[in-house]
Structure formats: C-alpha cells, structure tokens
C-alpha cells in the first residue's frame, strides 16, 4: 500500500538530525507538512493495517486503515499527551472499526464490542494465509471471542501496549483490562477446543499461546 499523499523527497544533508517524535510529525502534518503525514503513515501502517485485518476484509481494512490516520488530525485536541501515539492510533482506529460496523446498520456496535465476536457481527472470514494449523486455529478463535476480548489480546501480546495503555484504548480501568485479559485466554482456549480438528491440537496451541501469538503477529508482516 502506497503513501497518502504520492512520493515524499528525500534529503540528506550533512549531519544525521534526530527524528522527530510522532507528535511531532502530527503537528506538522496539521500544519500542511504533507511530508510528515507520510513519515508518520509510514512509521504506522503494518500495526493499524493489522489491526483491522483480522476483522475485516483486507479491502475494508485498507480503506479503515486510511480514514484511521486522517482521524487523527481531527482528533489531535482531545487526545491527552499522557499515552503514546500508539495508544491514540489505536482508540481511533477502535472508534472506526465501530462506526463502520453502525454504518452496516449494527447501531449497538460498541455495546456489542464486550459481548459479541467477530463472527456473531457477521464479518468475514480473514483472507490471510496462516502456513501453520496452530495459527489457523487461534487466527479463527481471536475472531469468535468477543471483539474488545480479542483487541485486548492483539494489542497487549501482538503489538507491545501496557496494560495501561490497552486501558485507554479500550475506555475502561487498568484493573479491568488485566482481568480482561485473563478471561480473554479462557474464552480463546474454549474456542479453540471447541473448533480444533483434534484435541492434540487444540492442546498444543493453548500450551504454547504465547510463541503462536506472535508467529502469527509475523505472519501478517
């Protein structure tokens, strides 16, 4: 997937400069620094593309992924610079997951997030290709738990955030989020072992979730 906005110049000149913070870039941007937007984007694109990926069909995703970071121009006066911009990526790109969802007439989406899957808003199936049948299994058991269950998992194993900051972007307190979590690896290991093509299957992938978390994190770069 391309840049925002074309080709972006390169310069090199003299010295190295220090890289600006990602805020730094969003101020620019704001300001019309076309060429920030893209750094920015660039820095970006493989955790809010994944994000959305394994939700929605890529297409869908593609076209999240870009209204995403336009968002967060628009949005940049009611983030707190408490959190990263991480952290803010994400909240938006929650928020738009669930606006795409009101857009398909699913009004109660954002309810829906804490108890329905996925599967249960009637979304498709992922058009990624998992080489191994341990990823398969869990890339299918993410998307049959419920939606913010399944952000919480992606977000604190997949790309990093402390639970303090899974907290921001799911609005609910740091405490609840490590709860959550906990009930999150229940739920995936009951689907798991509900869906798994042999128990020796199932049973390996919730033994190992840990290392299969991340080869499939891999597997969507």
């Not at 704001?30 to 929605?56: C, I």
């Not at 803010?88 to 108890?115: C, D």
């Not at 058009?127 to 299994?137: G, H, I, N, P, Y």
């Not at 199932?202 to 033994?207: D, M």
Request: charge should be neutral; hydrophobic fraction near 45%; proline fraction near 4%.
């Amino acid at each position: 997937m391309g840049c925002l906005f074309g080709n972006v110049p390169q310069f090199l000149y003299g010295q190295a400069v220090a890289e600006p913070s990602d805020f730094e870039l969003l101020e620019q941007w704001r300001a019309g620094d076309r060429a920030a937007g893209n750094t920015l984007f660039s820095r970006h694109f493989r955790p809010l593309f994944r994000f959305f990926r394994t939700k929605v069909a890529d297409e869908v995703a593609e076209d999240l992924t870009q209204v995403s970071f336009l968002a967060c121009v628009d949005g940049r006066d009611k983030f707190r610079n408490a959190s990263s911009f991480r952290t803010y990526l994400f909240a938006i790109a929650r928020n738009q997951l669930f606006m795409h969802f009101r857009k398909l007439g699913r009004r109660e989406a954002m309810t829906a997030f804490e108890t329905q899957s996925m599967v249960d808003l009637g979304a498709g199936p992922s058009t990624l290709v998992a080489a191994r049948a341990e990823q398969r299994l869990l890339l299918e058991a993410l998307r049959r738990i419920p939606v913010d269950f399944q952000i919480a998992i992606e977000l604190y194993y997949w790309e990093g955030l402390p639970t303090a900051e899974v907290a921001t972007v799911l609005e609910i307190p740091e405490g609840t989020v490590r709860s959550r979590l906990t009930r999150a690896r229940e739920h995936l290991a009951k689907q798991m072992r509900a869906i798994a093509e042999s128990p020796k299957l199932a049973e390996s992938t919730v033994a190992d979730f840990e290392r299969w978390a991340q080869s499939l994190r891999d597997a969507f770069d």
